[in-house]
């Protein structure tokens, strides 16, 4: 099994940018579903971003379509989130997520499926 340490939360200003890191380790051979994730204050955790390292095409909550970009460099076992246009109503914990998967198509960002999870990183954007 993989596991996952994320980085790269911290505070910023509407319309800023953050780019958060998910590195993995462990059984990194494996086709994954990865998938970034986030708990706003009072909310319940969520699925916004989700890709397969065998590489179908990621998956957008409409929330964020547009301005996050999940991507992964398979040499550093890293998976991405670049987010642009920060609103103030993306503030929340941030997770990364994986489950081992046999195949390489859609990840649906069903949180129940994902069985190995970051520790977190927030992020905070200020209006």
């Known amino acids: 099994q993989v596991q996952l340490v994320e980085s790269g939360g911290g505070s910023v200003q509407a319309g800023g940018s953050l780019r958060l890191s998910c590195v993995a380790s462990?059984?990194?051979?494996?086709?994954?579903?990865m998938g970034w994730f986030r708990r706003a204050l009072g909310q319940e955790r969520k699925g916004i971003a989700t890709?397969?390292?065998?590489?179908?095409?990621?998956y957008y909550a409409d929330s964020v379509k547009g301005r996050f970009t999940i991507s992964q460099d398979k040499a550093e076992n890293t998976l991405y989130l670049q987010m642009n246009s920060l609103k103030p109503d993306d503030t929340a914990m941030y997770y990364c997520?994986?489950?081992?998967?046999?195949?390489?198509?859609?990840?649906?960002?069903?949180?129940?499926?994902?069985?190995?999870w970051g520790q977190g990183t927030q992020v905070t954007v200020s209006s």
């Open positions: 997520a994986a489950f081992r998967t046999g195949w390489d198509g859609y990840c649906p960002p069903n949180r129940d499926n994902f069985d190995r």
């Open positions: 462990g059984d990194t051979y494996s086709n994954y579903c």
């Open positions: 890709l397969n390292t065998g590489g179908s095409t990621p």
